[in-house]
């Protein structure tokens, strides 16, 4: 039984397009995160929530929108695709313990924009 | 600013022999650091953690070193088994990363087992 679900797994789109990944935890965590990795294999962090409520936003566009309908759920929509957006997105969850919180991540996304 | 650095991008270890990760961070407001395991097409899976008030903690076939004064983690794997052939990470958070439990990631270190 997966922990952290993402779907889909694989998207190609063209530039221009709105798409959305979907993420969901079974695991009673109260905090979820999306992350992006790029072609440089750096992850860093995007957006966090906590029950619901945002609680980091790093400098990313406003293009991209997280939903979180309930604890269990992390949306990630993004509008205007644009080449730079093609990376692995990797929805996490984790217990609430601020500082020093081990993440469980879902298996990752590929995004690529033509 | 890459706060956390993983310096060496891969590393071959023949099978049985000990394997050496290190990561190098610049702020000394991190007090809690984490080593993820990434096999590919799949997500990172957490290995092992150090609290900054420790040193060394230990799991099984897997170390993890904290020298706080050089700002310098280190993991260790001994033996080393194929199994282990994966890219792993580095990650730091805590009051540096503004409390909020963010992890802050290395850019990876290919490790390839040998038989």
């Known amino acids: 039984d997966t922990a952290v679900s993402q779907t889909p797994k694989y998207l190609v789109t063209q530039m221009g397009n709105d798409k959305s990944i979907k993420c969901e935890q079974n695991?009673?965590?109260?905090?979820m995160y999306w992350y992006k990795q790029d072609s440089k294999k750096f992850l860093k962090i995007m957006f966090s929530?906590?029950?619901?409520?945002?609680?980091i936003n790093e400098t990313v566009p406003n293009r991209f929108s997280p939903k979180s309908p309930d604890k269990a759920h992390l949306n990630l929509h993004i509008n205007s695709l644009e080449l730079g957006d093609s990376a692995v997105y990797f929805c996490?969850?984790?217990?609430?313990?601020?500082?020093?919180?081990?993440?469980?991540f879902g298996a990752g996304s590929r995004l690529t924009v033509l | 600013d890459q706060q956390v650095k993983q310096n060496s991008p891969s590393l071959s270890v023949q099978e049985g022999r000990i394997s050496i990760l290190n990561c190098d961070y610049t702020?000394?407001?991190?007090?809690?650091f984490l080593w993820y395991k990434k096999y590919p097409a799949e997500g990172p899976t957490f290995l092992i953690s150090?609290?900054?008030?420790?040193d060394k903690n230990e799991d099984g076939r897997f170390t993890v070193f904290l020298n706080k004064s050089a700002k310098h983690l280190s993991l260790h794997i001994v033996p080393s088994q194929p199994g282990d052939s994966a890219v792993y990470f580095c990650?730091?958070?805590?009051?540096?990363?503004?409390?909020?439990?963010?992890?802050?990631f290395g850019q990876g270190t290919t490790l390839q087992v040998k038989p």
């Open positions: 695991l009673g965590h109260d905090t």
């Open positions: 702020n000394s407001m991190f007090d809690y």
């Open positions: 150090i609290s900054s008030i420790k």
């Open positions: 996490a969850s984790s217990q609430d313990s601020p500082g020093a919180n081990v993440l469980t």
């Open positions: 929530y906590n029950n619901k409520e945002l609680i």
């Open positions: 990650a730091a958070s805590g009051y540096g990363s503004g409390n909020t439990g963010k992890l802050i």
